[in-house]
């Protein structure tokens, strides 16, 4: 008994660590990030050298498949050991630059507004519709700078009559060009032609602009090393993983570790990079590199560094400054994060590069190589796979010297991993979800790494499909299969191991080893298989609201709260019964916004003794854009603030045990 708890020792140290100091330390401070993630390299250099020492060089070379696996995971490790070591560096610092936003707008918008720089707003589109296009332009309208130094220009690639006579009635400039070179940043390079600004701001064709972007970001070009300053990427909407999983409101969108972390840290480094939209950059510092570059299909990661090469750095600003559309379907997730990934690679077989760039010191050219992409599928598959790999072959993937020796190395860096992650983002981690949401995307995105790494250029930019909602139950057959498939091998290779007669590895202490390992893969693939199945959802988001308002029904004057709002109705909370009856006609008044003519949809009693009641309106002109400035530029957010893990397992529960999408629809 003893000497079970002694090779629990260094978990336990791990564990103290952690929750004696760590936990009780600012999760914001360099300091501390720096003494923490220096630990956990600690604990993995540890035990990398065990499993190199211990476990790879006994192995008899014999060139057997038994020893080719145990080398090609060892090698999987490190490929993992060094996507982890980026990850410690960069997050071992962080920097919060809303202070200084503070102050450098204070001092900057005290000159007089004649003063002040020419800004043009950049909003390239391809295909989009005008329920999308209306939002970003109507929010960039609104952006609060003196309107004789801002313009707006629509760079519409797919040259459509419609949206050239929407721009003209709201007074923005519709470019054309006479074909599609180079896509999206073709199109802005021919924006740049047309445009004469002193500064550029980028906003997808579905993402709408806070007010105050302008006011937080043009400052801190008084720097004249910054040549870009970046903002995080929110949503209005919930992207396919928390639909497909019922997390919606419970469980934050995928790019929120990315933009709220990471992205923070890296501008630490300085070594922060452009993400395309919501984005403004110096026009002097692109025209210095060229303009826009379009050898790779992520044209704002090379603009970063081919600034980079001519001493201009990417300034982070981690406020919340825009929302704008989360893929709305699994095509059009799959084919964003493919073009990451594709043009992330791509950078390293160009001249401007990481690798051959000119002007980058050591630090910038490791820090922008594209090891993630390149690591990160292949791991979490040799994960997937190891347990039925040695279920049905006898192939562990180490030469083993015993459970003992798995709890006294391996033991203590999963649990430094995990209490790290808990550490640094504890409203962006769960080890399930999170591991269910890579494994998902491995089947899909390990083929595009190694079709990239093979041959990384030929395939076109594909703009991510936005505005086509997902109102229908759709299913991701390839991957369900993939998914379904594994948890088979790996299902069946326990069974046929019960069974003396049938068992493919005899006795041995991986064989309790793998059994775990095999369960906790099955549970994750089956969360994985879940996102396969698209749940219906609305074209259209609520906006989550609480201002009063009055509502006139009939003769009669009721006092309520509005509770949700969109472009299309909302909900009224009552302490009484309103009197009204579905079809019926009424008018809501909000502070500051005109009245509402609005139809009855629905009349309920809420649990609480309370009546809610749904209306919509038709809304048009200006009534129509006040709303949109109302709902998207500032007032309201989808949020998610802290993890309901009891409401995270209530969800799944639902989503795996409950009604199906289709027969809830």
């Not at 999206?184 to 709408?208: E, Q």
């Not at 390149?374 to 598959?381: A, G, L, W």
């Amino acid at each position: 008994m003893v000497q079970h708890l002694v090779d629990f020792a260094p978990t336990l140290l791990v564990a103290a660590f952690f929750f004696i100091l760590s936990l009780n330390w600012p999760r914001d401070a360099t300091w501390s990030r720096a003494i923490t993630c220096a630990f956990v390299l600690a604990v993995a250099v540890r035990y990398l050298v065990w499993r190199f020492f211990s476990t790879v060089l006994p192995y008899p070379m014999d060139w057997s498949f038994g020893f080719l696996w145990t080398w090609f995971v060892f090698l999987v490790e490190l490929g993992a050991f060094a996507d982890i070591l980026l990850f410690l560096v960069a997050m071992s610092r962080y920097v919060n630059r809303s202070a200084e936003a503070d102050r450098l707008e204070r001092d900057f918008f005290a000159r007089d507004a004649a003063d002040l720089p020419t800004v043009d707003v950049f909003i390239p589109t391809y295909n989009e519709p005008l329920d999308v296009l209306e939002r970003t332009i109507v929010g960039a309208l609104a952006l609060d700078y003196p309107k004789d130094k801002l313009k707006i220009y629509v760079l519409d690639d797919k040259r459509r009559d419609w949206l050239r006579d929407y721009c003209e009635q709201k007074g923005v400039v519709h470019v054309t060009r006479p074909d599609n070179s180079h896509a999206k940043a073709g199109n802005m390079n021919h924006g740049l032609t047309v445009s004469s600004g002193d500064f550029i701001a980028i906003f997808d064709a579905d993402f709408v602009p806070y007010r105050n972007f302008l006011r937080r970001t043009v400052p801190f070009f008084q720097d004249p090393t910054i040549g870009i300053v970046q903002t995080p990427q929110h949503f209005f909407n919930k992207d396919p993983v928390q639909s497909n999983l019922s997390l919606e409101k419970v469980w934050p969108d995928e790019q929120r570790l990315f933009f709220d972390e990471m992205a923070a840290s890296r501008d630490a480094w300085d070594v922060s990079f452009c993400c395309g939209s919501c984005s403004i950059a110096r026009r002097s510092a692109i025209a210095e590199i060229g303009g826009f570059p379009h050898d790779s299909i992520t044209e704002d990661l090379l603009t970063t560094l081919a600034l980079l090469n001519k001493g201009y750095k990417t300034r982070y600003l981690n406020e919340r400054l825009s929302m704008g559309l989360a893929a709305e379907n699994l095509k059009g997730y799959f084919v964003q994060r493919g073009r990451w990934c594709r043009g992330g690679i791509q950078t390293i077989y160009l001249h401007n590069g990481p690798l051959r760039g000119p002007g980058l010191t050591l630090f910038q050219r490791v820090m922008f190589l594209p090891l993630s992409w390149i690591v990160q599928y292949t791991v979490r598959f040799v994960i997937l796979v190891v347990p039925a790999v040695y279920l049905w072959t006898g192939a562990a993937p180490l030469y083993f010297t015993g459970t003992q020796d798995i709890i006294w190395y391996q033991l203590p860096v999963l649990t430094a991993y995990f209490l790290l992650m808990g550490w640094l983002t504890p409203t962006r981690y769960l080890p399930l979800i999170s591991s269910a949401v890579g494994a998902f995307a491995t089947f899909r995105m390990l083929p595009v790494v190694v079709s990239s790494l093979i041959k990384p250029f030929g395939v076109p930019f594909r703009v991510t499909p936005k505005g086509s909602g997902n109102e229908e139950s759709e299913f991701d057959a390839y991957t369900f299969f993939s998914i379904a498939f594994w948890i088979a091998v790996t299902a069946l290779g326990l069974v046929v191991n019960v069974v003396p007669e049938w068992s493919r590895i005899g006795e041995g202490e991986f064989s309790v080893v793998s059994a775990y390992w095999a369960v906790i893969n099955i549970a994750v693939l089956m969360v994985a298989a879940l996102i396969c199945f698209e749940k219906p959802r609305p074209l259209l988001d609520s906006f989550a609201t609480d201002e009063p308002a009055r509502m006139a029904i009939g003769g009669a004057a009721l006092a309520g709260r509005i509770t949700s709002l969109s472009l299309e109705g909302g909900i009224a909370e009552l302490e009484t019964e309103p009197g009204a009856t579905a079809g019926g006609s009424m008018t809501v008044e909000m502070e500051h916004f005109p009245p509402l003519r609005c139809t009855v949809a629905q009349v309920s009693r809420l649990t609480s003794g309370r009546f809610a009641m749904r209306f919509s309106y038709e809304l048009e002109g200006e009534c129509r854009d006040l709303m949109i400035v109302k709902l998207y530029t500032g007032e309201y957010s989808q949020e998610i603030h802290e993890l309901d893990k009891s409401a995270i397992v209530s969800g799944l529960w639902s989503r795996m045990f409950g009604r199906t999408a289709r027969a809830a629809a």
